[in-house]
């Protein structure tokens, strides 16, 4: 009997990325349902992501595996008409806009706080740490945050804003530290309800409301992990929103994951699963969206930083696993180890970076000393 084409195709493609079909090493792909080939084929990533959920395949050292394919560039085999529709949608469709701005906030970040609280670590934070000097996860996040601190200079009594404040804790860290008073921003009721617990005794108000209704006035601000929600066709808007509302003696930093290559075209899997209407800002796309707003006084890229603070939320969401089955179901545990799996290799392979700008109105007088 011949063997079908379309597993000798992928034999042959994942041979490029020293991958194995059924092979014994910890990268190589082990399968369970010989349907696999024809749906990843069909709907490439997509198709990829979905029969993983479905306990299609295995691997045993699933970001290695996922690194592999990254570097030897599998992925553009795998352009699908799911990957071009995705793409159409990001370009042309204003997907951030209005009621459907606060749908990655109902469909990823409400998930439940017990998930989080399980992954993230001491500090409900939900973006790369830094790890430049820390040995673990809790100790990376409070060095971003307190880099992001330092970079805004930030003195007792300034009023601060946080743009997609998440749970609230950078804030409460900017309060409690550095004794500011702050605003914070979500799209998620889930988090603004949290982080009003959490900031209850400090000078800070958490509001459940789109960037794009501020305009008032804030000594710095800051913005950690929520531009990648706000969409190309918006990041004119965001820059205007954050100017208008800054003093002209203040600073921005600005904290997003981002790509160094063409636009990136939004993953049908990620959009589909994870993260509804997103993309990852390419840097061109963000230079040109702060013209004649901000002046760039540093372009920090330690995007290195986040395979280790994925690796690590992977260990904790593994670990936290036996409280979290009595909530979600084995397909769910599959799709969230795909989904931190890929993204570890996305940073590990350095396809994506993270970047930290910090941009001031007009430019710092006599310029800026840039802290690290």
């Known amino acids: 009997m011949s063997q079908d084409p379309l597993k000798t195709r992928a034999a042959s493609l994942l041979e490029h990325a020293g ?3 059924d092979g014994t090493d910890a990268t190589d792909l082990r399968v369970h349902d010989e349907r696999l ?37 599998l992925d553009i085999e795998l352009k699908t008409l799911d990957t071009l529709l995705a793409h159409l949608k990001a ?26 609280r399980a992954m993230l670590g001491k500090r409900l934070v939900y973006s790369c740490g830094y790890w430049a000097q820390a040995t673990n996860l809790d100790e990376a996040q409070v060095a971003k945050l307190d880099l992001i601190c330092r970079k805004l200079k930030l ?36 988090q603004a309800e949290f982080a009003r617990e959490l900031c209850a005794n400090l000078p800070v108000e958490i509001r459940l409301q789109d960037y794009r209704e501020l305009n008032e006035p ?56 994870i993260f509804p209407n ?11 969206a702060l013209q004649n707003l901000f002046v760039v006084e540093d372009w920090h890229n330690f995007g290195a930083d986040y395979d280790r603070t994925l690796t690590a939320w992977r260990a904790n969401f593994d670990t936290a696993w ?25 940073f590990r392979s350095r396809r994506n970076q993270l970047w930290q700008l910090t941009l001031s109105p007009h430019g710092v007088p006599g310029g800026y000393r840039v802290p690290r």
């Not at 084929?41 to 395949?57: I, N, Q, T, V």
């Not at 800002?281 to 040109?288: I, L, R």
């Not at 036996?322 to 996305?346: C, G, I, K, T």
């Open 37 to 73: 080939y024809t749906r990843v084929f069909a709907h490439g990533s997509l198709g990829l992501g979905e029969s993983y959920m479905d306990g299609w395949w295995d691997a045993d050292d699933l970001p290695g595996m996922f690194t592999r394919l990254l570097n030897a560039h």
């Open 278 to 288: 997103s993309m990852i800002p390419a840097a061109g796309q963000v230079a040109e």
């Open 19 to 21: 991958i194995r079909l």
């Open 155 to 190: 003195q007792p009594g300034q009023r601060v804003l946080d743009i997609g404040c998440g749970w609230g804790e950078g804030l409460k860290y900017a309060a409690e530290h550095y004794g500011v008073h702050g605003v914070g921003v979500t799209v998620s009721q889930e």
């Open 91 to 116: 370009r042309f469709i204003n997907m951030q806009r209005g009621d459907q701005a606060f749908e990655v906030g109902r469909a990823h970040y409400d998930l439940g706080n017990d998930l989080f």
């Open 218 to 273: 804030f000594d710095a601000i800051f913005s950690i992990g929520m531009f990648e929600h706000v969409g190309a066709l918006n990041y004119r808007t965001y820059f205007e929103v954050a100017r208008r509302c800054l003093r002209d003696d203040g600073l921005f930093v600005l904290h997003s994951i981002g790509t160094n290559n063409t636009p990136a075209r939004p993953d049908p899997w990620i959009e589909k699963y």
């Open 322 to 346: 036996p409280q979290l089955a009595e909530l979600y179901d084995s397909r769910f545990r599959r799709m969230w180890h795909f989904y931190l799996a890929v993204s570890a290799a996305v």
